[in-house]
């Protein structure tokens, strides 16, 4: 009974039409607006796992294209009845309302804030080879030599308007230094070339990332976190030594603006629960990811400060797609 009593009853107090013809629970669809197999991915099906018993199936529609755009505009544009919702992340509803010309969907106005899901730090990352030979220990060491050598630093991102091509905007405003920065199509050509000493420091995926520090072919400089990661607690945020700075990748999940407040209200009580448990954190530290459930409030007011700042970081970036 647990199925048919949480999720339909409230729906059912919306006065839905389907409510009254169906007997079984309702199937949710939750769109993925990236490919299968990657970490957002993952993450939507570790919570549709945990969610059945009191939300009943929630089926995983995986739409990429276009930077997330295409399955966030199908989000933006289903019926707001409880039964689409989906994930919004940094690209989506920060960066691509700044990078992309032409939107398909508003992204401050066009959903509906559920909670917050996930956080992953960013981690500044030196060749191990680079960083010996150019005496760079610590991030202090990295901006010292940038502001000595004019021109010298170079880094690397998965493309123009990438996380990693903003952050790396983002670390040279902030520390008055300029490096040149290099597109790559996607991040593992990124990470091959700091990898291979093509290019001197590249701002990557902690999850990414980990293996090779660990291997000690890069050497982790600090984390894009205000504090430090659990995962490489020995290595500072770059707060410490850049006051303010913080830019990490997030994503949480989101439904059709319009959708009733209490049908919003059971998916967050569902949904913050199962990140909450026990079992999904240690699903999750496989990731280095960290849950951060939140109210709808809060996570909409987190999505609107983080749309302001990277439409700073967008601009100074000069980043574009037509």
Same mark, same amino acid.
């Given at each position: 009974?647990?199925?048919?009593?949480?999720?339909? %009853?409230?729906?059912?107090?919306?006065?839905? =039409?389907?409510?009254?013809?169906?007997?079984?629970?309702?199937?949710?669809?939750?769109?993925?607006?990236?490919?299968?197999?990657? !970490?957002?991915?993952?993450?939507?099906?570790?919570?549709?796992?945990?969610?059945?018993?009191?939300?009943? @199936?929630?089926?995983?529609?995986?739409?990429?294209?276009?930077?997330? $755009?295409?399955?966030?505009?199908?989000?933006?544009?289903?019926? !707001?009845?409880?039964?689409?919702?989906?994930?919004?992340?940094?690209?989506?509803?920060?960066?691509?309302?700044?990078?992309?010309?032409?939107?398909?969907? *508003?992204?401050?106005?066009?959903?509906? @804030?559920?909670?917050?899901?996930? &956080?992953?730090?960013?981690?500044?990352?030196? $060749?191990?080879?680079?960083?010996?030979?150019?005496?760079?220990?610590?991030?202090?060491?990295?901006?010292?030599?940038?502001?000595?050598?004019?021109?010298?630093?170079?880094?690397?991102?998965?493309?123009?308007?990438?996380?990693?091509?903003?952050?790396?905007?983002?670390?040279?405003?902030?520390?008055?230094?300029?490096?040149?920065?290099?597109?790559?199509?996607?991040? *593992? =050509?990124?990470?091959?070339?700091?990898?291979?000493?093509?290019?001197?420091?590249?701002?990557? $995926?902690?999850?990414?990332?980990? =293996? $090779?520090? &660990?291997?000690?072919?890069?050497?982790?400089?600090?984390?894009?976190?205000?504090?430090?990661?659990?995962?490489?607690?020995?290595?500072?945020?770059?707060?410490?030594?850049?006051?303010?700075?913080?830019?990490?990748?997030?994503?949480?999940?989101?439904?059709?603006?319009? %959708? @009733?407040? *209490?049908?919003?209200?059971?998916?967050?009580?569902?949904?913050?629960?199962?990140?909450?448990? =026990?079992?999904?954190?240690? &699903?999750?530290?496989?990731?280095?990811?960290? @849950?951060?459930? %939140?109210?709808?409030?809060?996570?909409?007011?987190?999505?609107?400060?983080? &749309?302001?700042?990277?439409?700073?970081?967008?601009?100074?970036?000069?980043?574009?797609?037509?």
């Amino acid at each position: 009974m647990q199925r048919r009593n949480l999720l339909p %009853t409230l729906l059912a107090l919306a006065a839905l =039409p389907w409510v009254a013809a169906a007997q079984n629970t309702p199937v949710i669809h939750l769109i993925v607006p990236y490919a299968a197999g990657g !970490p957002i991915d993952a993450t939507a099906r570790i919570l549709a796992e945990r969610v059945k018993d009191t939300l009943g @199936p929630v089926i995983i529609d995986n739409k990429p294209g276009a930077g997330g $755009n295409i399955g966030a505009d199908a989000i933006a544009k289903a019926a !707001p009845d409880g039964l689409t919702i989906g994930i919004a992340a940094t690209a989506t509803h920060a960066v691509n309302p700044w990078l992309y010309r032409k939107m398909p969907y *508003n992204a401050a106005t066009d959903f509906a @804030p559920i909670t917050q899901i996930l &956080r992953v730090p960013n981690v500044l990352v030196v $060749n191990a080879d680079t960083a010996r030979r150019l005496h760079i220990n610590t991030l202090a060491d990295l901006i010292a030599y940038g502001k000595a050598h004019p021109g010298k630093l170079n880094f690397a991102s998965g493309g123009n308007g990438s996380a990693g091509h903003l952050a790396g905007e983002m670390f040279k405003a902030q520390a008055g230094i300029f490096a040149v920065h290099i597109p790559y199509n996607g991040g *593992n =050509p990124a990470q091959l070339a700091l990898l291979s000493g093509q290019v001197d420091f590249n701002f990557d $995926n902690l999850a990414t990332a980990a =293996p $090779n520090i &660990r291997a000690g072919k890069l050497k982790a400089l600090a984390v894009t976190t205000l504090q430090p990661s659990s995962a490489l607690p020995d290595v500072p945020p770059v707060a410490n030594t850049l006051k303010g700075f913080a830019i990490d990748t997030w994503w949480g999940l989101v439904a059709p603006a319009g %959708t @009733p407040k *209490n049908v919003i209200a059971q998916l967050n009580q569902a949904f913050t629960a199962a990140l909450q448990s =026990p079992d999904t954190h240690a &699903r999750f530290a496989n990731l280095l990811a960290e @849950p951060v459930p %939140t109210t709808p409030e809060a996570f909409g007011a987190f999505m609107h400060a983080e &749309r302001a700042k990277y439409a700073q970081v967008v601009k100074a970036s000069g980043a574009q797609v037509d």
